[in-house]
């Protein structure tokens, strides 16, 4: 959660979203930031207006975040989850074991766990609670604008003018593969993915694709496995 009273906005943080770029951006205008000590980084909506909102913020503040096609975000996901299983104590206890037995294989995640997981309300599945969870309020959109990961430049420029301040020396954060790389419309990580992968992102991001337009794929295009 990313918070400035001086400029009243509320930055509601997607994991893998581009989220260390917007925070680093947002810095020099901020006043309750990343690390928080009064919230937690991922914040959704329902748990913002019930455990964080006494001042009111959320009916007075300008809400904003940035949102990424859901195939490339949850792998992404993986990616993070797999790096904090060897660096914080408390990822390593409950992560460990599970990339101690598949390695890096992300359909086993998927199909084994992620499937089984309770993403949105679990601490440790974070990087895959669903994207409307930190956009919508009983299924009607609250926030007041949405940049998009894929086009983050260009919608971090947007942004600044909308906040009425200047971003300077932007610099990218967790990138593994740059944007300007990828065709547009074109997935970074479409090769990673098996039929099975596909049908599930399909199944707990129907309201993602549905409230961003990003387009579903076909299982039936992909391979059984890899």
Known sequence: ???????????FVIPKCGSATVRHALEPFTDIGYPVSNFAEHVTIPK???KYDEAGRFDTHFKF????NPYDRVYSGFRQDMYASTQWDHWIKVKKPIFDVIGDDFNAYMLDHVARADVVNAWDWISFCPMVAFTHRDGRLALNWIGRTETL???LAALGDRLGVSFQAVRNFNVRVP???IPPGALKYRDRYTRGTVAL?????ADDFAAFGYPMLDPDDFPASL
């Open 48 to 50: 913002f207006l019930d």
């Open 65 to 68: 975040t940035f949102v990424r």
């Open 153 to 155: 430049d260009r919608d």
């Open 179 to 181: 944007q300007s790389e």
């Open 201 to 205: 992102v399909n199944e707990l991001y």
């Open 1 to 11: 959660m990313v918070i400035s009273d001086r400029y009243k906005y509320l930055y």
